[in-house]
């Protein structure tokens, strides 16, 4: 969907709600480790970049287009329709490390069990003005 020196914004291969949309750092980001676990203090500054990376991204009129001309989205417009929740995985089944950008329908055509839903809702809280990071 789109790409450039610092990160790369693919569709889920196996999507769970009807915008599922991984972003990843490239591999010349300090942010190329395998998942949550590796990151540490020193990460933090590029961590909430990463984050504000991708809510630019979500809002971008050119991204949004390629997201609704997708022919498993039903919305009309992007992101009003769309609650979104940017989120890790605690234990990733992808490395590296990457962020998950998806609607809060949770009903993509890879969503076989409700249950994957409260997995998919581990997300990343980011508070800028307290530099500090908290994973639920």
Sequence with gaps: ???DDKVVLVMDKFPKSYVHV???????SVLHVSGVAQLEPCHLEDLVTFHSTARQLILDSTVQSRLLSLPSCPFKRFPGQARLKFGFHAVPSLTPLHMHIVSDDYCGRAMKNKKIGIIIKASIKV???????RFI
């Excluded at 508070?127 to 990071?133: G, L």
């Design 22 to 28: 991984l972003l990843l750092p490239r591999p010349t």
């Design 1 to 3: 969907i789109y790409f």
């Design 127 to 133: 508070t800028n003005s307290k530099s500090k990071i």
